[in-house]
T-cell receptor, first 113, second 115 residues
Framework: DTEVTQTPKHLVMGMTNKKSLKCEQH?????MYWYKQKAKKPPELMFV???????INESVPSRFSPECPNSSLLNLHLHALQPEDSALYLC????????????FGPGTRLTVT | DQQVKQNSPSLSVQEGRISILNCDYT??????FLWYKKYPAEGPTFLIS?????DKNEDGRFTVFLNKSAKHLSLHIVPSQPGDSAVYFC??????????????FGKGTKLSVKP
């Protein structure tokens, strides 16, 4: 099973809203990631959690707040977003232990109005 | 500055022929390379990878070749099928030290396989 699930699939939110994106994997992977992807661009790394600890934050604005409640779950809390934050948000996980391939979820298409 | 470059934005190939997708990189610290396939409105799907200590890895119709001296890798798909039509991303791993590291993605090449 190489499935990473993400909910919701689509999200429309206003600039004053608070919402959360959820990601789940049951492959026993030890690292989880959030990426942002704009149209016709490659995915850009936002955060990396390794063994449930935040190990990389790629200078992401504080209006994005990640959370890793346990080894299978990853959340991204959103607050006071801007229209330019509209994008496809991808979650990924990787096995660790010298295996670096990342398995991506289908993404959440976020529109900020 | 782009560390991973896919200089061909698109490639069109006849069904049954070979597709060759190319990727160049600049950072000699990359130690692992991967190819992903992406359909519209879906997340990237992992295809094949290669460690920097190897020069070839094969998995079914997919073969990745690595030329470290030229800082170049390529993905060969033989034979190409219409279902292979997608955007292909090359990615390289850089080690942050003791962790999973980070993947740097190229901009992608859109492959169209015509029946």
């Amino acid at each position: 099973d190489t499935e990473v699930t993400q909910t919701p699939k689509h999200l429309v939110m206003g600039m004053t809203n608070k919402k959360s994106l959820k990601c789940e994997q049951h492959m026993g992977h030890r690292a989880m990631y959030w990426y942002k992807q704009k149209a016709k661009k490659p995915p850009e790394l936002m955060f990396v959690y390794s063994y449930e600890k935040l190990s990389i934050n790629e200078s992401v604005p504080s209006r994005f707040s990640p959370e890793c409640p346990n080894s299978s779950l990853l959340n991204l809390h959103l607050h006071a977003l801007q229209p330019e934050d509209s994008a496809l948000y991808l979650c990924a996980s990787s096995p660790g232990l010298l295996r670096y391939e990342q398995y991506f979820g289908p993404g959440t298409r976020l529109t900020v109005t | 500055d782009q560390q991973v470059k896919q200089n061909s934005p698109s490639l069109s190939v006849q069904e049954g022929r070979i597709s060759i997708l190319n990727c160049d990189y600049t950072n000699s610290m990359f130690d692992y390379f991967l190819w992903y396939k992406k359909y519209p409105a879906e997340g990237p799907t992992f295809l094949i990878s290669i460690s920097s200590i190897k020069d070839k890895n094969e998995d079914g119709r997919f073969t990745v070749f690595l030329n470290k001296s030229a800082k170049h890798l390529s993905l060969h798909i033989v034979p190409s099928q219409p279902g292979d039509s997608a955007v292909y991303f090359c990615a390289a791993r850089v080690d942050y030290g003791g962790s999973q590291g980070n993947l740097i993605f190229g901009k992608g090449t859109k492959l169209s396989v015509k029946p």
